[in-house]
Nanobody
């Protein structure tokens, strides 16, 4: 079955950096778009970033543009989220998600309901 396993979360001071990784198995990775979402305590899960199957297009939430970078290594079945200039408001559980098929456009990838499979999440805490 499809499994997504996130890693790389932790505690960091404001202004610092973290790199999250998500290792995928049980799927043909090249045929799946990948995304990151986050959920702060008491709030709904929100889109952070996504990358299309080919890796040629990426999408970002306005709140992270210019600070976060999503990338993928199809040889390693892994997607990454490089997070720089972290702020306390970035504190959340970060989830990796994937969507199969050819409809890997922003309309679908930016919505939690548009994703097919989810990881269990990794906690990122940014202290002020």
């Amino acid at each position: 079955q499809v499994q997504l396993v996130e890693s790389g979360g932790g505690l960091v001071q404001a202004g610092g950096s973290l790199r999250l990784s998500c290792a995928a198995s049980g799927l043909s990775f090249n045929n799946y778009a990948m995304g990151w979402f986050r959920q702060a305590p008491g709030k709904e899960r929100k889109f952070v970033a996504a990358i299309r199957r080919s890796g040629g297009s990426t999408y970002y939430a306005d709140s992270v543009k210019g600070r976060f970078t999503i990338s993928r290594d199809n040889a390693k079945n892994t997607v990454y989220l490089q997070m720089n200039s972290l702020k306390p408001e970035d504190t959340a559980v970060y989830y990796c998600a994937t969507r199969g098929g050819s409809s890997d456009y922003y309309y679908y990838l930016s919505k939690a309901a548009g994703m097919d499979y989810w990881g269990k999440g990794t906690l990122v805490t940014v202290s002020s």
